[in-house]
């Protein structure tokens, strides 16, 4: 097996090539002036199986994967795999109005297209890991919430855990079973791609360590609005953990709101502490 690392995953592929005792696959991939992407692949691929990892944030990491996984077909790879750590559009996966594009289903299809087998983490659109049929394409959705858990429970001893939506509160709900604590939902109505409003109801948090879980922190709007209301109820602490971590507002953003910040490396950030190398790399040789 050869692991290939994208440019938005470079360091994560070198854990999943650990986990798997496989090897690096080398590739050189730039960029020209005008934007346009250049891949080319350096190792001998002719019969062999080959995993790409990369992370899809931007339009520009799809368009490098895509070009990943079909050169490694031309070139005579036996199987290709394709491992987005963090897929993007996935939000996308109903119509909410009509004429709307379903951005899901085109990803997953291109995709298809150009591997033998599919793998991503935490897609936003499923609410538990293994594998999925969503229009017609099979892939893997991994759940990497336990090993977040693993983690972020070790730091907190009164845990309570909060989902900051309806949405989240099936992991919510697993979380709560492995961390043994409480758990409850807030109630959140999203206002633009920005804001959103969070109204509180009455949680018993005093004195005990708030977290909060999410699946993906993108502008962190949701995060700081729940954070704030909760520490009126005058928790010990406020911990967050998430497994997609965008940050686009940075870290900063949470200063003053939040006591622990954690994620995953399905996206590289300041506070991605937790590697998802371990749960791909076993999850492919399976
Ligand atoms: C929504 O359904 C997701 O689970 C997250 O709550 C959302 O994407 C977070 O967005 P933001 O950080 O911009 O509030």
Not at 106 to 121: C, M, P, Q, R
Not at 127 to 145: K, Q, T
């Amino acid at each position: 097996m050869l692991v290939f690392g994208g440019t938005r995953s470079a360091s994560l592929s070198w854990n999943v090539a650990k986990s798997m005792k496989a090897e690096v696959g080398k590739s050189e991939i730039k960029a020209f002036p005008d934007g346009e992407k250049y891949v080319r692949i350096n190792s001998a691929v002719k019969g062999r199986e080959c995993t790409v990892v990369q992370s899809i944030r931007s339009n520009d990491d799809f368009v490098e994967l895509l070009l990943m996984l079909d050169t490694l077909r031309d070139l005579g790879a036996n199987q290709v795999h394709a491992v987005m750590p963090y897929l993007a559009y996935m939000r996308q996966d109903k119509r909410f109005h009509v004429g709307e594009a379903l951005s899901a289903k085109t990803i997953l299809k291109l995709l298809y297209e150009v591997s033998d087998s599919i793998t991503t983490i935490n897609c936003h659109f499923l609410n538990e890991g293994g594998e999925a049929v969503y229009n017609h394409i099979r892939f893997m959705n991994l759940d990497a919430m336990p090993i977040l858990l693993g983690y972020v429970g070790s730091k907190v001893e009164n845990p309570f855990l909060i989902a900051p939506d309806k949405g989240s509160l099936s992991f919510a709900k697993a979380a709560a079973s492995q961390l043994d604590c409480e758990f409850d939902h807030l109630s959140k109505t999203r206002l633009s791609g920005s804001e959103v409003r969070i109204d509180m109801k009455d949680l018993d948090v005093g004195g005990k360590d708030v977290l909060i879980l999410d699946d993906i922190i993108s502008t962190g709007g949701t995060i700081v609005e729940a954070a704030k209301l909760i520490r009126k109820g005058h928790p010990s602490s406020i911990n967050v953990a998430c497994v997609h971590g965008l940050f686009l507002n940075g870290i900063e953003h949470f200063k003053g709101e939040v006591d622990r910040l954690t994620s995953t490396d399905t996206l590289d950030n300041p506070v991605s502490k937790v590697s998802v190398g371990d749960l791909i790399g076993q999850s492919i040789l399976r």
